[in-house]
Every structure is written in structure tokens, then in C-alpha cells.
Nanobody, 117 residues
Framework: QVQLVESGGGLVQAGGSLRLSCAAS????????MGWYRQAPGKQREMVAL???????NYADSVKGRFIISRDNAKNTVYLQIDSLKPEDTAVYYC???????????WGQGTQVTVSS
């Protein structure tokens, strides 16, 4: 089994920055993708940014130019640098891991990001 532990959430004013981290541990054979989703109150969970084993990362249109995803493969850790935060970025941010293209998704426990106006 793979476990994900997120950190880095918090309360920040609009325009501020945060850096989220997600460390994967356990039976990691390979990583097809790691990334971040978020869920705001009353809304469905949505993809924010994904980092793939090969190829360019994928970003939601709403975060392009403000969020940057990166990975440290040696540490099985994925990061999300969040700049120019907006109140609408307020959500619980979940780390996601998938071992293969059609593999099961593994989720972290979530980290709260709250942006005040």
C-alpha cells in the first residue's frame, strides 16, 4: 500500500503564497502520476495540477500562471507552489497518486488552504 502525507496548508491573505508538499511512502514500485486536487465547500473535487512520469505537467485553467507543480523523485515527493492566491482558491487540497495508467487512485488526508480577502 501507498500512503500520502500532505503539509503546507494554512490561512493566507489574497495575493500571498503557499507551498504544499506531499510525501509518498510504502509499496512504491513506480509512479505514473502524482498531483493535486481540491474541493471547496459545496463543490465537486477538481483537478488542480498533475505531474506525470513523462511529459509536461497538466494544470487547471484557473491556476495556470499562478501554481507550479514539481517533484523530487528520489524522495517520492510532489510540491505545489501557489502564488497570487485568490479567495476562490480556498479549498481542501488533496494529494493524488496513481501507479499506472489504469491503476487505482490513492489520496492523502487533505490540507486546508484558506485565502482571506
Amino acid at each position: 500500500q501507498v500512503q500520502l502525507v500532505e503539509s503546507g496548508g494554512g490561512l493566507v491573505q489574497a495575493g500571498g503564497s503557499l507551498r504544499l508538499s506531499c510525501a509518498a511512502s510504502g509499496s512504491i514500485v513506480r509512479v505514473f502520476r502524482m498531483g493535486w486536487y481540491r474541493q471547496a465547500p459545496g463543490k465537486q473535487r477538481e483537478m488542480v495540477a498533475l505531474s506525470f512520469f513523462s511529459g509536461a505537467p497538466n494544470y487547471a485553467d484557473s491556476v495556470k500562471g499562478r501554481f507550479i507543480i514539481s517533484r523530487d523523485n528520489a524522495k517520492n515527493t510532489v510540491y505545489l507552489q501557489i502564488d497570487s492566491l485568490k479567495p476562490e482558491d480556498t479549498a481542501v487540497y488533496y494529494c493524488n497518486y496513481r501507479q499506472s495508467v489504469f491503476g487505482n487512485d490513492v489520496w492523502g488526508q487533505g490540507t486546508q488552504v484558506t485565502v482571506s480577502s
